[in-house]
């Protein structure tokens, strides 16, 4: 793909995840899209979604709001080719994630 082609694609996920309530975060090497829960709101586990088409969560944000609903924080990740990878670039361990995440 040539950059003019990414472009739009960039703006496009953007777009659509920000309609959803997402907010684009990084910790280090983890990028992902968090959608908070409303303020006052008690603590819950988050649902953590990780793809594989490396397109981003951006085609799965409507599926994301049906599987947990307002008082579920909902983490997806970002991680271009995921099911495309063997080992150059591993995902952190399950410890590392947390951290990340808490940082």
Do not use: N
Not at 36 to 53: D, K, N, R, S, Y
Not at 56 to 68: D, E, I, K, T
Not at 80 to 101: E, H, I, K, T, V
């Amino acid at each position: 793909m040539t950059p003019r082609v990414l472009a739009p694609t960039c703006s496009w996920r953007r777009c659509v995840m920000r309609r959803a309530s997402f907010e684009r975060r990084k910790e280090e090497e983890l990028t992902y899209w968090y959608r908070p829960v409303p303020a006052g709101t008690p603590p819950t586990e988050a649902l953590v979604f990780v793809h594989g088409i490396g397109i981003g969560p951006a085609p799965y944000a409507s599926f994301l709001g049906a599987c947990a609903d307002e008082g579920t924080p909902i983490v997806a990740v970002e991680m271009g080719a995921f099911s495309q990878r063997l080992f150059p670039c591993a995902p952190p361990s399950p410890d590392r994630f947390a951290a990340l995440l808490h940082a």
